[in-house]
Each structure stands twice: as C-alpha cells, then as structure tokens.
C-alpha cells in the first residue's frame, strides 16, 4: 500500500512538473526572447528571409547590407545591472536550463548567444555578440567568415569577393583590407569610421587595431566549445525533458493500474 502511495505521488509529481516546463516553453515561444522595453527604442527585428542572399548581390553588397540590418535593428548596449530587464541574464521561459546555469555559474548571468538567430532576434548585444551574429549569418550563407578579437573590441573577418575584409556592425563599418595590412598601418581604417562624430572614440579604434598578432577564430573558438555546445543540448532537451516526465508519470500509472487487476 506504501509503495503504492509513493509511486502515485512520484507520478503526479512528474506529470505536474512536466506540463508546467510544456507550458513555459510554449509561452517562450510565444513572446520570444527579445526584452518588450526595446520596442519603445528600435524598430523590430528582420524577418528571417531579409538576411539570404539575393541574386545578382556580391559578397561586398550582401555583407554591408545585412551588417546595416543589424546595425539598425539591434540596441548596440549591454546594461549588465539591468540583465533581467533586457533579457541579459536567459529567463527561465526561453529556456529554463540556460535559467539554472545562470543561477550557478556567473559566466551565464550576462549570457551571449552563440547561434546568431536567437542572438539577434533577443535584440541586444555589445561588439562581440553583433560580431558573432554577423559571422553566423555570412556563413549561413556560405561566405567564409571568423570572430576577430582586438584589444578591447571585437570585429569580423570575411573573405568577400576573394579578398578578407574587416566589418564592424557595432559601428555598422566595413573596412576594405585584411587585419596584417590594418595592424601595420593603423591610420589607413580611420577613414572607414569617418561618420562617427566622436574623435575620442575614433582615437580609441585606432589604438585598437595597433597591437598585433590578431588571430580570427569561429564561434566556437570564441565562445568556447562547452558553451556552445550546451547552449545546443539545451534547447534539445528544454523540450526532450519535460515529454520525458509526462512519458513516465503515464508509465507508472499504468504500472500502478496492471498492479491493482492482478491483486
């Protein structure tokens, strides 16, 4: 009788908790990822289609164009003491096991999306998450692209038309040579940043791109290969879960039935 009473209760327990994960993942889907107070300061996001490439369109054409997309449609931010407001910090209804690694390792509290469609349709992101959203986008596209980290800034490196180029969508900039010839002669990607107003900021770049030795690498290579896989089981599993519980809660239900006609 005991035992029957404690494989009820382990049952209703996985069935409840099943249909509530179920349940905040289908709201997740509903309200997507991107945080609602951005509405009120960026237009929203591009339909999917808008990033393929179109007939006729170079490489040149086609990264510029998409580069500005994102320019334009994302806030070029990250208010880390605002995480949860803007969707920083991954609530628990996008998916809930990027939720509970935030509550354990601090490396997710301020998390970085790795596959650029959920990076780029949350909205949000400082030079390294627009940079590996345009890198995921170009190779989407078959262009060969890589994460290029600079002293204190990151940039994309592409091959377009047969020739590597620089682009910045932080600063929505391309810049029409390779990082060796850019490292050598810093001054020479000033030009390319001409319509920023600042002439501090502009300073800066170019302190940026001074040092050298800069290595492109992928996402992976960025990110690191245990977040970037995790982040992929993860939302596998967001679903996998939750089907798991409710398929054993009616298992042991129909135990429990099988048990009860026997006796």
């Known amino acids: 009788m005991r035992f029957s009473r404690t494989v009820q209760a382990i049952a209703f327990s996985l069935f409840i908790c099943g249909v509530g ?27 999917r289609g808008s990033f393929k490439k179109t007939t006729g369109e170079s490489d040149v054409e086609y990264a510029t164009r998409v580069m500005n997309l994102i320019y334009r449609t994302m806030s070029r931010s990250w208010p880390v003491r605002r ?51 345009l890198v995921g986008v170009l190779r989407w ?56 107003s600042n002439e501090a900021t502009k300073n800066k770049l170019l302190a940026i791109f001074a040092p050298p030795n800069f290595q492109p690498v992928s996402i992976k290579g960025y990110a690191g290969w ?16 939750p089907m798991a519980m409710l398929a054993t809660a009616c298992l042991l239900r129909s135990a429990k039935k099988k048990r009860k006609s026997t006796i």
């Open 21 to 47: 994960l179920l349940t905040l993942n289908f709201y997740g889907v509903a309200v997507g990822p991107r945080p609602s107070v951005l509405s009120r300061v960026i237009p929203e996001p591009a339909p």
């Open 83 to 133: 995480s949860d407001l803007y969707n920083l910090r991954i609530p628990p209804y996008e998916n809930f096991l990027l939720y509970l690694a935030s509550c354990f390792f601090p490396s997710y509290l301020n998390y970085e999306f790795c596959d650029w469609r959920k990076g780029y349709e949350r909205g949000v992101g400082q030079c390294s998450q627009m940079s590996m959203i």
């Open 141 to 196: 596209q078959g262009i060969d692209a890589f994460v290029l980290p600079l002293d204190g800034h990151v940039v994309v490196d592409a091959e377009l038309d047969g020739k590597r180029q620089i682009l910045d969508p932080y600063f929505d900039v391309r810049i029409p040579f390779d990082i060796n010839r850019v490292e050598k002669f810093p001054s020479i990607a000033l030009p390319c940043y001409a319509k920023l």
């Open 226 to 241: 245990r977040t970037l896989y995790f982040e992929k089981t993860s939302y596998i599993l967001k679903w996998v879960l």
